[in-house]
């Protein structure tokens, strides 16, 4: 508490009641105490002296203070924050926290006495202090003016490079925003709140990050700019003051098997440097040690790896014959194309068995290099079975085939580890060099916290620069919570928060300063425990003279803001304004949402429900679990804790995941093409186009974007995308349908006064009261019922978040009969607000008859449960261990887990 005040004493009937209520509700220590007389100390001030009243006689030093009443009064910095302390220690508060017409704000509590003890707005204070101290440096500025006129001039010029203090934003209108104008300051540390589609991420990432990124790509040359994505302008008036923008999301990071943690990071070149330099026997360059390089890649998988082979069986029926349907790859059909091109080769015999094939007809079935072969009159390229799967199939990527093939690729092509690397990647050369006996493949492969400290063990003057920058980064790595993560951990494994942090490393020891860091969420998959070394890693940024713009939900974080944006108040077309712009203390006492829930805490469940029966782990040794044994009640919410890397997931997922009964509902991506939206995911498109075919009279297929009713301009996708050859491709709104997908005639048909292309803009809150009976009703029910309500039903997949993917799976789970739900951190993304709905729709699954298992760091969620499973206690080799099983209430109590610990705190302050 901090406090301008002056010395003051007061006359009281028991002193010693006045200074211990003192001392244990504002931090005063006793200075000086007499019969009758107590003085009392505050490092901010003031002096509080206490006398019983009718004394007589003063202590020496002290006769010439006298008694001035009853009324003690405090002005403090954080009144609202001083309130709630107050409050929540059941210290006898007289008069609530309240402004006066005059503007002050002021409570009142009363000590055993009676005294009044008054806390009033610090800020107040400091404002009229401020005033005065500039009414005197004006004063002080005419003066020198008049005695000295040239001199007064020269120093009252502002330099114009320091004017440039805010970024104004100024009638933003990207998606739902609607004309937000404001200042963000810079070199500071802005949180952006607000409940899930409140225009968070329209403002931060749509307005201004993508402005400064398109001005900054906009300064190269065509040729370069073909390489760039191609980024429009966003819909604002005006945006002045932007610096560089640094974005770092939580797109996963690619999916390329030759990247990995320690390429992403730099810290793989760092550690070959060393090697080249210290290593024995000496190989060579930095190079040799490469897995991305001829002479540092094992020959035998190219730097992979892995290898690849075909299971022959799964690619064909050796008891039968071709005529008899042998072949069962997709495509080789009997009398499809390729099947008559195989069956009428020559090579052998469309009646024999495959088993009863010769070796060398065997041979020329699957492995015969391209020939021409005649067939009737026609001559045609023929191919053996598994040289034309590996190029027609294995060649191309796996994202982009279609269901069907992918699923026979998976069951055909078995990965394994390389037999002359062990899957190190490396050549034997890199193998054989060491340092103190371990070889850069094994440096690779420990846990970064224990690659840190063997890093710290070497010493060598010739590369100390490198070692120390080396040790800075794995340092960093440990201290944002990723210590239990490998270099040689591919890159495209790592979860959307994971691979965050990783880019977020990169940074902490850039030279850039003045550079603009956008955050989203940066708390994701972080347990309590580690939030606040995400909060220290933020602030270093800022304090190396960066803007920091951070998009969270955590209280944690934004309680470190230098500046809150709020935005709301709702979703959707029901949010999109500027509901605050200030400070933290600002916020508490603003009325928002967010300002609200701020101190809102979920409390312990007073009874639990009892299981209906157990799912069982036994031995469970997947990634770093240590023979874990656990039973998983049935019938009940029960949430999987621990920090980052304990194995949780390792546990869940590798062991529960896949059984008879288990859905699960997690953050990965959605395949799909861009025609793929909410409508066409959910199965809402066939009822909406059956109501409509049924109010016209026609077929349902003209409301298909895919089908007959499409814009023939632009193929019912509502842009046209245009190749300019060396540049990027760019899209426009497609001309003829404005970008509604549709023809005109399919636009003439309605359906209650709307068209098919007015009903899929509607957000799933709106639908859901336009539909109000069938399918379609039930369908946006449980899309509302999982947080949904803003989403609009044609909105691409592709723009949805993690957290909206996950509750888009669960909303189609929830249609299934299932008897297990297994939920990934399903607060990702969610407002204060909106948690409490989540733990609603979990006790409605459950009182379903359903039984719940979800992965969780949120303490709300921990406190809701029935039944608590810890894994750890650490993160990496540290955890992979059960610490505690029980209720939250014997965790609180008894349990003295890093969980325990924080879910102990925080029901504390409820």
Known sequence: MQIASTAISLTVDDVPASATFLTRHFGYTETMAAEGFASLGHPDGPQVIFLRRGIEVLPEGFRDQHASGLILAFTVADLPGEYERLRTEGAPIAMELREEPWGERLFQVSDPNG???????WVAAQEEQQQADQRQADQQQADQRQADPARADSSNLVNPADSHQVI???????????DVSLDIPKRRLTVFTGVSGSGKSSLVFGTVAAESQRMINETYTSFVQSFMPSLGRPDVDALHN??????????????NSRSTVGTATDASTMLRIVFSRLGTPHIGTSSAFSFNTPEGMCPRCEGIGQVSDIDVDQLVDRELSLNEGAITVPGFAVDSWYWQIMANSGFYSPDTKLKDFTEQEWADFLHKSAVKVKVGSNNFTYEGLITKVSRTYLAKDRESMQSHIRAFVDRAVVFADCPECAGTRLSAAALSCRIDGV???????????DLAAFVRRIDDPAVAPLLANLGDLLHSL???????????RPAGTLSGGEAQRVKMVRHLGSALTDVTYVFDEPTTGLHPHDIQRMNDLLLRLRDKGNTVLVVEHKPEVIAIADHVVDLGPGAGTAGGQLCYSGDVAGLRASGTLTGRHLEHRARLRESVRVPKGHLSVKGADLHNLKDVSVDVPLGVLTVVTGVAGSGKSSLIHGHLAGRDGVVVADQSPIRGSRRSNPATYTGLSGP???????????KAALFSANSEGACANCNGIGLVYTDLAMMAAVSSVCEECEGKRFTPEVLTYQLRDKNISEVLDMPVAEAYEFFTTGQARAILGRLADVGLGYVRLGQPLSTLSGGERQRLKLAISMAEKSSTYILDEPTTGLHMADVDKLLALLDRLVDDGNSVIVIEHHQAVMAHADWLIDIGPGGGHDGGRVVFEGTPSTLVAEADTLTARHLREYVSRG
Request: glycine residues 8%; contains cysteine; negative net charge.
């Open 242 to 255: 932007l610096s560089a923008a640094i974005v770092v999301d939580q797109e996963r990071m690619g999916a």
């Open 688 to 698: 909406i186009r059956t109501a409509f075919a049924k109010a016209n009279g026609v």
């Open 168 to 178: 104004q934003v100024r009638g933003a209108r990207e998606n739902n925003l609607t």
């Open 439 to 449: 070889n850069i493949a094994e440096c690779s492969a420990m846990q970064i916290s």
């Open 478 to 488: 440990v201290e944002i919570g990723l210590g239990y993560l490998s270099l040689d």
């Open 115 to 121: 005294v009044i003890i008054q806390l009033v707005d």
